[in-house]
């Protein structure tokens, strides 16, 4: 490792520690010619992944615009940042131990949707309105519907949150009959 202030070849390691969730390592190092410090970061070299995206343009995957529109999707919601860096940190590490290197948004999409329901309705419902590009009232009325299907099979005991969630389900359902009738 060369000194970034004389060049010299020879430093000694002062600390070690783990940094960035142990993704990497960050050492503290002092240079033997010069005495001054430095810090280098030892990293796991992942293979880039290319995304697919919808108009077939290719792009490197980048977990900033995951992260970015999950936290658009849990504005205002119960869900903490950390769950949030979790659910891209899964995602991530899920695309890295694919054989393949070439993933399509759609399947993205997919992976961000399946941990965003099991987090958090209304974050979920976010989500999809934007990703599966809702047109009208009547994508949100059959989205609900199905993830009050998927949850209705699933649930024991209703919570607080979801009596909230059926009615207001209903409200809108019966929005949608009028809508439709008219």
Do not use: W
Request: charged share 30%; net charge negative.
């Amino acid at each position: 490792m060369h000194c970034p202030f004389c060049q010299h070849l020879n430093n000694r390691v002062l600390e070690s520690r783990s940094a960035e969730a142990g993704r990497s390592i960050r050492r503290r190092r002092e240079c033997l010619r010069c005495e001054r410090r430095f810090t280098t970061y030892e990293r796991i070299e992942y293979v880039p992944v290319t995304v697919i995206k919808r108009s077939d343009d290719r792009e490197l995957f980048e977990r900033s615009k995951v992260l970015r529109g999950i936290v658009r999707a849990c504005e205002k919601t119960p869900v903490s940042s950390l769950s949030m860096e979790a659910i891209v940190d899964d995602i991530e590490a899920e695309l890295q131990q694919r054989a393949t290197r070439e993933v399509t948004s759609a399947e993205i999409g997919e992976m961000v949707l399946a941990k965003l329901q099991t987090m958090n309705e209304v974050a979920f419902v976010r989500f999809a309105s934007v990703y599966r590009q809702f047109q009208g009232i009547r994508d949100f009325a059959e989205t609900l519907s199905e993830l009050q299907e998927e949850q209705g099979d699933s649930q024991s005991e209703p919570s607080p949150n979801r009596a909230l969630t059926e009615a207001d389900s209903e409200s809108s359902s019966n929005y949608v009959v009028s809508a439709q009738s008219l």
